[in-house]
């Protein structure tokens, strides 16, 4: 993909207080990997493993961190965090669309909802009595908010959102298609062989520059809020049960499930296809590897895992079947233990 | 949260059939938490084991069990399943939001769909040919009905439900945002080194009184139909196969997959992040536990598990070489059994 | 269900280049299982092991494989791949629906779109600028096009899918409703304890005669594009993470989640609820156990798998305090090692 215009390796070192190396009037258009870039391009060395796919680039530019500051003859930007450096480049390349501030025609508003008038509000969306939309603030095609919504400035919303009434989404934050924020737990109390429903008041609060991936779901609260805070990255295909509380830039990867009322710390990097059950207490900076299961409040940081990796079928299930052999070997290795004790004492 | 009106405590226990100690013309406008409410609110102790809790609470009363019913000086609702109380009277201060009967002027409607009177149909629908909606019965703002789809009084759809052509569903049902029923099941036959698609000539039927969480999915029958019976309880993106039989009030939490042909008995509890394989037959009353895999049919209730729960990572991963080496384990401790017969008979 | 006409024996037959044993003018207006089949309807014997079922078919018709052509008295319909017929002759007597061509009102289109003359645009659709939509196309009422998207001929699109700029989709490829297309890859660089937005600049490339089931994701790239072969086969909920590959005629059943850059290869099968992580290389014709994770690279066809069944969850419970005391098992059958090795030696 080729930037709209060319801009030199001065202009995208500044982009993230990188110092430049060689000729600072290269003009840039585009960004790649070391394999992939071709000439007009930036690609980027984050860890030195790849120094020989470095020599072999054939981009008319690189992003390296201090260690490797002389590790090419190319034109450079030398960057303290270069991962970092190389996505305010890209954003620089690539900046993020703009859209046309106004309301669409076909767009569905309740009179007494309050749109700042640089935001953008796309066809057929729905907006409900109250809504409140911040500056610059961006609803897609589809969009759907309840009654009372709070977009802070600058909010993206992708196409076909559904916001539920009441609910918070704070400033920058980028919801992807799909995302229903609001939702009612899964509340309901057993009674005669049925269940009755509990109404679900509390709201979901999102705080701001939180991103959330495609199809995932926040539901409200049942009587407090659920909250999102600052900076949390949520990828697709997540539920998060109602009452929780993800602490600020915490990211969780794909298809995970968290259960209602436990809550997450701060930096904490929760893996794909993790669960977690309800009502615990997840420390600051806590590590979940992908596909595990969390049962227990977790108080020390560090790396949790339950995870076990696939192994070829005829092995996994003589590993299985020894697993469940298990109460019957240790009782044969204790009966020997008595037998040699015996041995011993003749 | 609070109510649009004060509710005295005489009127809030009439929701739920309790008994009323102290003064029954407490005003409530709201409900709490034993730790959160404040007056003018009722909480609500459903396990004695809260009742240090309940000494300290700001609430104005007090749902309880006949056990606690002497345990607070504050006026309250004594009942027999203070649970289910708490939520009947969570309904009456808060009771579902009441659509406008009519449609929406932005709705696409075709000319031979019947909607009731008291219906009310919201912005940007498409509904299909031979649509029947009943009485009371709300469509949220961008659902899609497809042709003949029938919808029973009362039945609730929030934004952005889709139901494919022929699907019923149940008086009193609630479908939340992103939900999609009836799309084709995942049938093909291979052939030649491809697939050949099998139609999915099958419906979805939903039981009366069925919730259905965001974004969860339930596809058409491959030939017969896909049963949800009454009452059931689906919470958020949840996957059910085509041919599959749900039966009455069986909960299922979010994220589990249940798999082609699977026919799950009554009053079952299935955890949340569970799979099922196809082709099952669960007894009615089974309990599965959240994460757990389930492989064969089920004749007897009961709980039934497999998963596994966290460990520090490097414990974890001693354990799972252990494990993988179990079988030169167990070949070594016959080894040592062979030794001692020998030894003894020495 | 009744199709809405009636097909001899032979025209099915030649849906299937299948051959015809008994009257071959047998009327048929429905297809059944070996149970629920009645008159009027085909059913189908795909496995020998059902040949009593086969013995009481209410059925008029029956297709069957070369080894069993004569076990059944019935019209028949004599095919080497009997269940690809029956997948073709249901196709026969339910066709798929043909949309009528056209441009409804509501739907929004910008100018610079290229619309095929016979393609169906739903309501309240949005289609961006540039989009392309080949012939005999369908977009279902509310779907969302961006900029540049371009629908292959004959592509289905159920209600509310959403496709985000400059993605494509091949040729007669069906996606079902609340399917993602193109949403942002999870990519995110940590920076000062908070994490900086890396642009998503790839795209998503969909080939020909790929099915993509409900509420499915499928990320775009990061720099280079997420592609999808032709003849892929996705199920509900699934999650493809950014910069994937899924090779052709792979299907991938539902809950499963691929992460980023992972590549697998042409016809293999993928279980549901199934977990890769990122960086792999899966080759052509590996199976992949339900519920099973793969966290390494697999360069041999075969069938892989770290799945557990559930147990009485006491008896889990029990295996599971065993697992985790392997390691003191391990050590207590080393020292009985040691003590046998002494007894040996006196």
Same mark, same amino acid.
């Given at each position: 993909m080729e930037a709209t215009r060319a801009y030199s390796l001065k202009d995208l070192a500044e982009a993230c207080g990188g110092e430049v190396l060689g000729d600072?009037?290269?003009?840039?258009?585009? *960004?790649?990997?070391?394999?992939?870039?071709?000439?007009?391009?930036?690609?980027?060395?984050?860890?030195s493993?790849?120094?020989d796919l470095l020599h072999k680039t054939r981009a008319s530019a690189v992003i390296l961190g201090p260690s490797d500051r002389n590790a090419s003859p190319l034109p450079r930007i030398v960057s303290d965090n270069p991962y970092a450096c190389y996505a305010r480049i890209a954003q620089r390349l690539f900046p993020f669309p703009h859209a046309v501030p106004g309301v669409h025609p076909s767009a569905v508003i309740a009179p007494t909802a309050r749109i700042a008038p640089s935001a953008s509000i796309g066809p057929q969306v729905t907006i409900g009595a109250g809504v409140v939309i911040g500056e610059g603030a961006v609803v897609g095609p589809g969009c759907v908010l309840g009654e009372g919504v709070t977009l /802070?400035?600058?909010?993206?919303?992708? %196409?076909?959102?559904?916001?539920?009434? /009441?609910?918070?989404? !704070?400033?920058r934050s980028?919801?992807?298609? /799909?995302?229903?924020? !609001?939702?009612?737990?899964f509340g309901m109390a057993p009674d005669r062989g049925g269940w009755v429903k509990i109404p679900q008041i509390g709201r979901v609060?999102? !705080?701001?520059?939180?991103?959330?991936?495609?199809? $995932? $779901?926040?539901?409200?609260?049942?009587?407090?809020?659920?909250?999102?805070?600052? /900076?949390?990255?949520?990828?697709?295909? *997540?539920?998060?049960?109602?009452?929780?509380?993800?602490g600020a830039h915490t990211v969780i990867a794909g298809c995970t499930g968290i259960s209602g009322s436990t809550r997450i710390g701060r930096n904490c990097r929760i893996g794909?296809?993790?669960?977690?059950?309800?009502?615990?207490?997840?420390?600051?900076g806590v590590t979940v590897s992908g596909f595990s299961l969390i049962t227990k409040s977790i108080t020390q940081p560090g790396v949790y895992t339950s995870s076990i990796p696939s192994q070829p079928h005829r092995t996994w299930m003589e590993t299985l079947a020894n697993l469940?052999?298990? %109460?019957?070997?240790?009782k044969k290795l204790k009966a020997l233990e008595q037998d040699i004790q015996k041995l011993k004492e003749e």
């Open positions: 600072a009037q290269t003009l840039i258009r585009g *960004i790649g990997t070391l394999e992939q870039a071709g000439p007009g391009e930036i690609t980027f060395l984050t860890n493993l790849y120094r /802070g400035e600058g909010v993206w919303l992708y %196409p076909r959102v559904v916001i539920y009434a /009441g609910c918070e989404i !704070g400033a980028i919801l992807h298609s /799909g995302v229903v924020i !609001g939702a009612d737990g609060l999102i !705080g701001a520059d939180v991103e959330i991936g495609a199809n $995932t $779901t926040v539901d409200r609260g049942a009587i407090e809020d659920t909250v999102i805070e600052e /900076g949390v990255k949520l990828d697709n295909q *997540i539920q998060i049960a109602h009452n929780c509380r993800i794909g296809g993790v669960g977690m059950v309800g009502h615990l207490e997840i420390c600051d469940r052999a298990l %109460p019957q070997w240790v």
